[in-house]
């Protein structure tokens, strides 16, 4: 089993950053592909940002550049930097963890977090 906590969201004016993090607990080596995703009021869950255990990554559409995803093994943690933030970033901030391979998609991840929330006031 495989326990996803995220921490860090807000409320923050556009142009602002924020900085994610999802602490990891359980059994951790069994983990491939850590992931955030976020959803908006009314809309499909989405990708943000992926990182694969060797360190590679992948990105949203539009959102790498401001986005950027890494992760810390020691503290078992992954964390998420938000530049030049958005009003239609808002939305639920999601940690994810993928046992194999490098998903494509949401349903190929396995464990999820509770989720939190980020606000952008333009």
């Not at 996803?4 to 602002?16: F, N, R």
């Not at 958005?86 to 963890?97: H, L, M, N, S, W």
């Amino acid at each position: 089993q495989v326990h996803l906590v995220e921490s860090g969201g807000g409320l923050v004016q556009a142009g602002g950053s924020l900085r994610l993090s999802c602490v990891v607990s359980g059994s951790i080596s069994s983990i491939n592909v850590m992931g955030w995703y976020r959803q908006a009021p009314g809309k499909e869950r989405e990708l943000v940002a992926g990182i694969g255990s060797g360190g590679n990554t992948n990105y949203g559409e539009s959102l790498k550049g401001r986005f950027t995803i890494s992760r810390d093994n020691a503290k078992n943690t992954v964390y998420l930097q938000m530049n030049g933030l958005k009003a239609e970033d808002t939305g639920i901030y999601y940690c994810a963890a993928a046992l194999t391979g490098f998903p494509n998609s949401r349903y190929e991840y396995d464990y999820w977090g509770q989720g939190t929330q980020v606000t952008v006031s333009s």
